[in-house]
């Protein structure tokens, strides 16, 4: 049996914040950009992302079609009631 293909999200998990604080940005309203970034970066790596990485001193990225296909995920399963 064949294991499923990973993809490589990001660089590293800084790259990965990055991202993610991105499309928080574009995707979020202003007031809720910082909480949207850090919960989809927990979803992703699994654990918070550091006190030292600030939202605000966080650069614009583009973000990756891997990193766009799993925050689709992540939003189909939360809809779905799965990520509750």
Do not use: C
Not at 12 to 28: E, F, G, M, P, T
Not at 51 to 65: G, L, R
Request: hydrophobic share 35%.
């Amino acid at each position: 049996m064949a294991k499923a293909k990973q993809t490589k999200l990001a660089d590293d998990h800084k790259h990965l914040w990055d991202q993610v604080a991105s499309y928080a940005r574009i995707h979020s309203a202003p007031e809720k950009q910082p909480y949207r970034a850090k919960h989809l970066f927990t979803k992703i790596a699994g654990f918070q992302p550091p006190s030292e990485w600030a939202f605000s001193t966080t650069p614009d990225v583009p973000v990756t079609d891997g990193v766009h296909r799993k925050i689709r995920s992540i939003n189909i399963a939360y809809s779905r009631g799965i990520g509750k």
